[in-house]
């Protein structure tokens, strides 16, 4: 009901605005009529003609206001555009730099576990040549650099001839 009433108050201040507005023609017909005996009661337009003018102005005056808008879309193109470029740069320099970051990681690693392993062949090296020295009864430490010389050289791939 609140509805109905409230478009009822429209509908009512639509016609009064239209009374006020037709008021000053009213009383100008009025007074251009009073010669004749004539009482004019009120005044209904059936057709209003407006001239060339006035629509040629509405008409620049809706395409310059799609114009505005076209400026403003391109504008707000660009500046997204520009946005969007910043934000990927920002995604490619984060994506560099955990490539990056991976790699001296895995460099790391890399490094870390031939130095384990080299150290461990080393270990057994070291340790199958004192057991080995020691079951053939050898002491001395020049003696034992000797031997572990000789497998050195028998570990070596190439075939290197020692003159000597």
Known sequence: MLC?????????????????????ITRSCRAQLNDFYVNVVGIQLR??????????NKLNAA?????NSEENYRKEGNITGGENLKEVKF???DASLLE?????QAALILANATH??????EDFRIEAIQR??????????TQILSVDMYFKLLDQKE?????G
Not at 63 to 67: L, Y
Not at 100 to 104: L, R, T
Request: charge should be positive; glycine fraction near 2%.
């Open 63 to 67: 395409v310059q206001d799609e114009r």
């Open 116 to 121: 384990a392993s080299t150290r461990v062949y």
């Open 4 to 24: 109905f009433q409230s478009l009822q108050h429209y509908h009512m201040r639509y016609l009064w605005q239209l009374i006020f507005r037709f008021h000053p």
């Open 132 to 141: 080995f020295c020691s079951q053939l009864g050898i002491n001395e430490t």
């Open 100 to 104: 990056k970051n991976a790699q001296s």
């Open 159 to 163: 075939n290197n001839v020692i003159v």
């Open 91 to 93: 995604v490619q320099n």
């Open 47 to 56: 057709q209003i003609e407006f001239p060339f003018e006035f629509y040629r």
